[in-house]
């Protein structure tokens, strides 16, 4: 009887093991399963996404190419006509409202419009387009609207976030020596401005590099420079172009960094142009302002013939391309210079 009983236990101790066995190969085989499942998942969500970059680039160089071939229309009298298209096409009530304020003040304005046909570029296009479930979406910019970085001298930069931006003077004053020592070649520092070893006493993590800036976004690492004045600033600033301030289209900001221009006479230029007057040079410029404003103008003599232009002459097309319910997004910037017949790029880049 005990030997029935000890053949019993073995015999149940023999099947327990089995069935443990085979429960652990059942979890062994599901988490195989669940593996290969989860990678061929994320295969098949890497090609995906890779589908989707390819067709949001796509996007972005058609969205540039069609702003490119609008500003050639545009230098070939079409200027207008282009305004209206885009106004008719615009996607939804508030672009057209916005557009259509804009279009009714163009129409008082007394400058001939065939003189400068980029004026107001982003008029020009339709500003969003699909292409089955692929989209893209452009914002146009005259260069001259913005203060170049790494072309502004240390008094056009002290105007710039002292008139424009409204730091305290001598804040601005700091940041126009830091960024000034940031770009020059040599290490020493300016009395308010920083080199290396300032940097390092500070503990800074980002040291100056001694160069040009390479992106606006630099800028947040120079001394002095907080996030609440970047957020200000950045919108205002580039990085393209010769460094010429568009008198016709930069805003008040931009405006104030103009040798000779003070707050006076940056309200008056901004009244000429609600008002539809758009001077075509400079002494058209000095009829219309006060006299002051145009002594004060003579008296920087060539530096403000040199920083300043009336008309559009490059272009920077930024493209945001994406597809319907994906997760990637690309984006272009194409800067465009006008040439004789057309409008010739001069710079590409996508991320």
């Known amino acids: ?47 995906a996404n890779l589908l989707d970059e390819v067709r949001a680039r796509a996007a972005v160089t058609a969205g540039a190419e069609y702003a490119r071939s609008r500003l050639t229309a545009a230098m070939l009298g079409r200027a207008e006509e282009l305004r209206a298209e885009a106004l008719s096409r615009a996607r939804t009530t508030r672009q057209q409202a916005a557009v259509q304020r804009q279009s009714v003040r163009n129409l008082f304005r007394s400058s001939n419009p065939l003189e400068d046909p980029w004026r107001e570029p982003q008029e020009l296009v339709v500003p969003e387009m699909t292409f089955g479930d692929a989209r893209y979406a452009l914002l146009l910019r005259d260069v001259g609207s913005a203060l170049n970085l790494n072309a502004a001298d240390e008094s056009m930069l002290r105007q710039f976030f002292a008139q424009g931006i409204g730091l305290d003077y001598a804040v601005a004053d700091q940041l126009a020596q830091a960024i000034l020592d940031w770009r020059d070649e040599d290490d020493l520092p300016r009395i308010n401005g920083g080199e290396r070893d300032e940097y390092l006493e500070e503990g800074a993590l980002v040291l100056p590099p001694n ?21 200000r ?26 040798p000779g221009l ?42 403000f013939t040199t920083r300043t232009t009336y008309t559009t002459d ?38």
């Open 211 to 231: 160069r040009d800036f390479v992106d606006v976004d630099e800028l947040r690492h120079v001394r002095g420079m907080t996030p609440e004045i970047y957020v």
């Open 262 to 303: 003070d707050r006076g006479a940056v309200a008056a230029i901004l009244r000429l142009r609600e008002s539809g007057q758009l001077p075509r040079s400079q002494r058209e410029l000095v009829a219309l302002l006060p006299s002051a404003t145009g002594q004060a103008i003579a008296i920087q003599g060539r530096e």
């Open 233 to 258: 600033a950045a919108p205002h600033l580039t990085l393209i172009g010769g460094g010429r301030i568009n008198l016709n289209s930069a805003p008040e900001p931009v405006l104030s960094a103009v």
């Open 1 to 47: 009887m005990a030997g029935v009983v000890a053949a019993r236990g073995v015999t149940v101790g023999r099947g327990g093991f089995a069935l443990v066995a085979a429960l652990w190969l059942l979890v062994a085989l599901g988490s195989v399963g669940l593996h290969v499942a989860l990678e061929s998942r994320a295969r098949r969500q890497a090609a």
């Open 314 to 351: 490059q272009v920077e097309i930024l493209a945001q391309g994406w597809v319907d319910g994906g997760v990637v997004q690309v984006m272009s910037r194409v800067v465009v210079s006008r040439g004789r017949t057309e409008a010739t790029v001069v710079w590409r880049e996508i991320f």
